[in-house]
């Protein structure tokens, strides 16, 4: 059984008011808001059965818009960075805004991070469901061809899915995620390093000192990005090591192995051992950036208080980032007899 509501979330500044949905069954209690498509909050049993938040965030719409950030929100038209904001389709070249020490961060200034979308679905059955759309026009940030773009969440059993599509009028570039801050001991806790993170990958990219990929894959092994086996973030992040000093911590790519068998795979994992609670990412895509909230600084306050460095950490799955820059690596492009699909699944449970 489960349950679906809906009530106000306030105003931005603009006037506009959003909702906030709120899907429940047994084990979870997950709330969502059309502002950004966010995920807002996440209440999931600790070792004791005691139901604690365990993401980042702000009691209402306007603490969002005014902190940015992406906090819990949908990312795109694409995920992570495209160096100088320049691509290239079928030998037309393109310019995208621009957010980030010249290059476009998670679609640009104003990405999907940043807009209301429109629920089409909100549902208790057969499983609470909150689908919502976007019509990113031909143009928007830079980027060609109208972009209809779909995103359900569905909570089933322990798990909140999330499914994404995309559909295209002219050739264009597509890598969509989401961006939940992650704090399972809750977020009146310091910080997240003595998380133990586990992530199923044998390569990480490299990345230059705007954070853009150099086009080398490297392995994990006998750096501090092997988390192969459960490592605490605390234990190797302050190491002197080029990629963690670009980063301010840890800010990277991790390929996946690809998959023969269908569906989503266990990407990454987390426990915190001071509540027993787990989350597992499970995914679609080929990979999935580990970032320890490095830019986290103190400047906004939500709940537990004020947000500082690694505050909290996020598994966003995604495609490579990059891509366009790097023809060895997975394209990005997606043509209009194509329909992007790509599943993030996150499951809570205990640990030992």
């Known amino acids: 059984m489960g349950e679906l509501s809906r009530e106000s979330f306030g105003n931005t ?7 906030l949905y709120t899907l429940s069954n047994d084990v ?16 999931a049993p600790d070792r004791s059965g005691k139901p604690g938040e365990v993401l980042l965030g ?3 719409v306007a603490s969002y818009a005014a902190a940015g950030g992406a906090f819990g929100a949908l990312l795109g038209r694409n995920a992570n960075r495209i160096a100088d904001g320049a691509f290239t389709i079928d ?3 393109y310019r995208a805004a621009t957010n980030d020490r010249g290059s476009t961060l998670h679609g640009g200034p104003q990405g999907f991070d940043r807009l209301y979308w429109r629920v089409t679905t909100a549902t ?24 209809s773009v779909q995103a359900r969440y569905v909570l089933e059993e322990s798990t909140v899915w999330l499914d994404l599509e995309a559909r295209t009028t002219a050739p264009t570039i597509v890598s969509l995620s989401a961006h939940p801050y992650f704090n399972l001991a809750g977020p009146r806790s310091a910080d997240v390093l003595d998380h133990l993170v586990t992530v199923f990958a044998e390569a990480f990219l490299p990345t230059d000192a705007r954070q853009i990929p150099t086009g080398e894959i490297r392995p994990v092994a006998g750096t501090p990005f092997d988390f ?5 973030l605390a234990e190797r992040i302050r190491e002197p090591d080029e990629q963690l000093l670009y980063g301010q911590g840890y800010d990277h790519y991790f390929i996946l192995p690809e998959s023969q068998a269908p569906g989503a795979r266990l990407a990454a994992r987390a426990f915190d051992p001071e509540s027993g609670r787990t989350v597992e990412i ?13 830019h986290l600084n ?7 208080g004020i947000y500082r460095q690694s505050a909290g950490v996020a598994f966003e799955p995604q495609a490579f980032p990059d891509a366009p820059h790097h023809p060895h690596f997975p394209s990005t492009v997606l043509r209009p007899e194509q329909c992007y699909r790509q599943r993030i699944g996150y499951r809570f449970g205990i640990g030992g």
């Open 58 to 60: 702000f009691e209402d």
């Open 298 to 304: 103190g400047s906004v306050a939500g709940r537990g």
């Open 228 to 232: 192969r086996r459960p490592t605490s």
């Open 282 to 294: 499970h995914t679609t895509q080929p990979g999935l950036q580990l970032y320890s909230g490095n």
């Open 13 to 19: 500044s603009d006037g506009r008011s959003a909702a």
């Open 28 to 43: 979870l209690r997950v709330t969502i808001t059309d502002f950004g498509g966010r995920l807002v909050s996440i209440t």
């Open 124 to 147: 208790s059955e057969p499983r609470p469901t909150l689908a919502l759309a976007h019509l990113s026009p031909d143009g928007d940030q830079g980027f060609p061809g109208a972009l």
């Open 91 to 93: 030998g037309r070249s």
